[in-house]
């Protein structure tokens, strides 16, 4: 059970098989997994309900849509408050490049995923994510993928 929503074998391996491929009919899972359609359907309804299945979308080559460029941005406040966080938010929000932003723990308070064309474009970026008026900002450029995948691991669930 996990925060109140139980899934057994079959929840799970529907899981799976979508996490891989969110195209699959309801038909092929219900034969992959051995349980009728009707029952499928119920099963990824109630997942979808109780918020395990978030959304289904298609991902894309970053390279393929000219954005060949990952970085990992570092970002230091000396403004905890609600009114800079809330606005934090709305500059990373408006930004079409930042794929991803956590508030972390530890020397770093947050962590922004963007993805951009070329150095030019992540200058662009910066000049925008500045305007939050940030304490300190640290750059890191991703060399090479070696790893990455959006399927979680379901051992836990």
């Known amino acids: 059970m996990i925060f109140g929503v139980f899934m057994d074998k079959q929840d799970?391996?529907?899981?799976?098989?979508?996490?891989?491929d969110a195209t699959l009919a309801i038909g092929e899972l219900a034969d992959k997994i051995g349980i009728s359609k009707s029952a499928c359907w119920r099963r990824v309804q109630k997942l979808e309900q109780e918020?395990?299945?978030?959304?289904r979308v298609a991902l894309l080559?970053?390279?393929k849509v000219n954005l060949p460029l990952t970085?990992?941005?570092s970002v230091?406040?000396?403004q905890h408050n609600e009114q800079w966080s809330s606005s934090f938010q709305a500059v990373t929000d408006q930004l079409p490049g930042v794929l991803e932003v956590y508030r972390m723990s530890g020397d770093l308070d947050y962590l922004i995923k963007a993805v951009v064309e070329d150095?030019?474009?992540?200058?662009r970026l910066y000049k925008e994510l500045i305007a939050a008026d940030l304490f300190d900002v640290s750059?890191?450029?991703?060399?090479?993928?070696m790893k990455q995948t959006s399927a979680l691991p379901l051992h836990a669930a």
């Open 12 to 20: 799970k391996a529907i899981l799976e098989l979508i996490q891989t």
């Open 51 to 55: 918020g395990v299945i978030r959304a």
């Open 61 to 63: 080559d970053p390279a």
């Open 71 to 73: 970085v990992y941005i």
């Open 76 to 78: 230091r406040t000396n």
């Open 119 to 123: 150095m030019q474009g992540f200058d």
């Open 139 to 145: 750059s890191s450029f991703v060399m090479e993928t």
